[in-house]
């Protein structure tokens, strides 16, 4: 699956391996959204082997973190059956705020391996 960034939603893929977003999450219907992001995510991750979750958003409302939650949590029940799962938090040196979201979340997960990983700033203004 993947699906392109919008003004309010990030660029999406999805794979049997990967799983990759970028840019803001702010959708006018956060379950429309999510659905399917989900449906795919329970179709393509496998029971076992490694998968590898690369998240870096420079913003998302409160809905959207609501998501990120049912998000890390569906991958840490996969952890907890033996997928071997790493996410990789990626945030601008700037964003002490996408650093503090990573570290909430970070605290909730046991089982899966996240990291937190500083990215360079873009050097073109927005």
Same mark, same amino acid.
């Given at each position: #699956?993947?699906?392109?960034?919008?003004?309010?939603?990030? !660029?999406?893929?999805?794979? =049997?391996?990967?799983?990759? &977003?970028? %840019?803001?999450?702010?959708?006018?219907? +956060?379950?429309?959204?999510?659905?399917?992001? &989900?449906?795919? !995510?329970?179709?393509?991750?496998? +029971?076992? %082997?490694?998968?590898?979750?690369? /998240?870096? !958003?420079?913003?998302?409302?409160?809905?959207?973190?609501?998501? $990120?939650?049912? $998000?890390?949590?569906?991958?840490? =029940?996969?952890?907890?059956? %033996? /997928?071997?799962?790493?996410?990789?938090?990626?945030?601008?040196?700037?964003?002490?705020? &996408? /650093?503090? @979201? %990573? =570290?909430?979340? @970070?605290?909730? !997960? =046991?089982?899966?391996?996240?990291? /937190?990983?500083?990215?360079? #700033?873009?050097?073109?203004?927005?």
């Amino acid at each position: #699956m993947q699906q392109p960034a919008t003004q309010r939603t990030p !660029l999406i893929e999805i794979s =049997e391996i990967h799983c990759r &977003m970028v %840019g803001e999450c702010y959708p006018e219907n +956060i379950q429309e959204f999510s659905s399917p992001v &989900m449906t795919e !995510l329970n179709k393509v991750v496998p +029971i076992s %082997g490694e998968y590898t979750v690369d /998240l870096e !958003l420079f913003y998302f409302n409160s809905s959207s973190a609501k998501f $990120f939650f049912d $998000f890390f949590e569906f991958f840490e =029940e996969k952890a907890e059956n %033996g /997928l071997a799962v790493k996410v990789n938090w990626n945030y601008r040196a700037d964003d002490d705020t &996408m /650093l503090e @979201a %990573g =570290e909430d979340f @970070a605290e909730d !997960l =046991e089982r899966c391996t996240f990291e /937190l990983k500083e990215v360079p #700033m873009e050097s073109s203004s927005s």
